[in-house]
C-alpha cells in the first residue's frame, strides 16, 4: 500500500436532483478528459451509499501535484438549485462521509483531511464548504 498523507474531499459540482455515481463519473474523466480511469477513489451517492472509484494503491488523479500521496473522496452534488455551490447534500452523505473518514482515519494515521478548495492555486469552490470547519464540528 502506499503512504497516505491526505484525504482530500471534492463534489460532483452538480445539482441535488443529480442522481449519478462512479459509472458516470468514470464516464467524465475517461471519456471527457481522457484519463484512463475515475479520478477519485471514492463517491458517495445522494442515498450515502459509498462507490468504490481507484483502488487505493493506486493514485488517484483528483489534486494536481497531490495524487501520489493521497485518497479523493467525492461527494455527489455539491451545487444547489440555482447552480451556485452549496453544501446541499443529503443526510446519508454526511452520515456515510463521517464513518468513512473515521474508518479511513485508522488506516492512515497522521493524515490530513482538507478540502480541495485548501490546496495552492485551487479557484474552484469544492467540495462547496469549510472542512476544517466542519471537521471540528464533527469531533473528527
Not at 489534486?63 to 444547489?80: K, R, T
Request: some cysteine.
Amino acid at each position: 500500500m502506499r503512504k497516505i498523507n491526505e484525504i482530500v474531499l471534492h463534489c460532483s459540482g452538480t445539482r441535488p436532483d443529480a442522481d449519478i455515481g462512479a459509472r458516470e463519473i468514470r464516464e467524465w474523466h475517461v471519456q471527457g478528459q481522457g484519463w484512463r480511469d475515475i479520478g477519485y477513489h471514492l463517491v458517495i451517492r445522494l442515498n450515502g451509499l459509498i462507490e468504490t472509484g481507484r483502488p487505493l494503491d493506486q493514485a488517484g488523479a483528483h489534486v494536481a501535484g497531490h495524487n501520489a500521496d493521497s485518497v479523493g473522496i467525492c461527494l455527489v452534488g455539491g451545487l444547489g438549485e440555482n447552480g451556485r455551490p452549496e453544501a446541499a447534500f443529503a443526510p446519508e452523505q454526511w452520515a456515510a462521509l463521517r464513518a468513512k473518514l473515521a474508518e479511513l482515519k485508522n488506516a492512515f494515521p497522521g493524515a490530513h483531511i482538507l478540502g480541495h478548495r485548501d490546496f495552492p492555486g485551487v479557484t474552484k469552490a469544492c467540495p462547496s464548504f469549510d472542512v476544517k470547519t466542519w471537521l471540528m464540528r464533527e469531533g473528527l
